[in-house]
């Protein structure tokens, strides 16, 4: 699976916008782009996925590239529970669901 | 409908024993995957079952072993514990292998002394 590429943390305050970055240059034509967050003390969980088009759903937005090297992942409104670090991981349409391949991902803060 | 969970949630253990660490996936899941996390890291895969078949495996050594039952529960087995296996072990249920989501337990934080 190809690799990604995401800042190490960034600080958000409440009830503003967050853009987390991420950047795919080695992606495939058939690699989506998974995001999952990991809150303390807990299991990763899924935000959001797309394939070429941005994504909506309710707890974020993604927003992918024209070229899909890069995608950004869209927080609306930052409340203090959205505080945990963020993963941006490339998944093969093709490939066995349950192996994901984490980096170290994002930590987000978020000040009230 | 219950998510996944997993037992135990703490356990401390010395090196050289053997470890089970168990998971209840969510209902109607029938694909589990196992994930070890060391601190400050992200989840590494270390294998997921299939309808109690194993499909797919990460690098990680033979004493690491798992099982699926035929209600889709699952267990990871550690023999032989290493320092460096003190780790938080995740377990994760989905639909299916080609499934888009993944839905994780809390884990189970393991100590090896």
């Known amino acids: 699976d190809a690799k990604t590429t995401q800042p190490n943390s960034m600080e958000s305050n409440e009830e503003e916008p967050v853009h987390l970055p991420c950047n795919h240059s080695?992606?495939?034509?058939?690699?989506?782009i998974h995001w999952y967050r990991q809150l303390p003390s807990q299991g990763p969980e899924y935000v959001i996925h797309?394939?070429?088009s941005n994504v909506n759903n309710r707890m974020a937005s993604l927003a992918i590239a024209e070229d899909r090297k890069s995608s950004t992942l869209i927080l609306h409104r930052a409340t203090l529970r959205d505080a945990a670090v963020y993963y941006c991981?490339?998944?093969?349409?093709?490939?066995?669901?349950?192996?994901?391949?984490f980096g170290k991902g994002t930590k987000l803060s978020v000040k009230p | 409908e219950t998510g996944v969970t997993q037992s135990p949630t703490h356990l401390i253990k010395t090196r050289g024993q053997q470890v089970t660490l168990r998971c209840s996936s969510q209902?109607?899941?029938?694909?589990v995957s196992w994930y070890q996390q060391a601190l400050g890291q992200g989840p590494q895969f270390i294998f997921q079952y299939y309808r109690e078949e194993e499909n797919g495996r990460g690098n990680f050594p033979p004493r690491f072993s798992g099982l699926q039952f035929p209600n889709y529960s699952s267990e990871l087995n550690v023999n032989a514990l290493e320092l460096d296996d003190s780790a938080l072990y995740l377990c994760?249920?989905?639909?299916?292998?080609?499934?888009?989501?993944?839905?994780f337990g809390e884990g189970s934080r393991l100590t090896v002394l």
């Open positions: 080695t992606i495939s034509g058939t690699d989506y």
């Open positions: 994760a249920s989905s639909l299916g292998v080609s499934a888009g989501e993944l839905f």
């Open positions: 209902s109607g899941h029938n694909t």
């Open positions: 797309g394939l070429t």
């Open positions: 991981i490339l998944r093969d349409v093709g490939g066995s669901q349950g192996n994901l391949i």
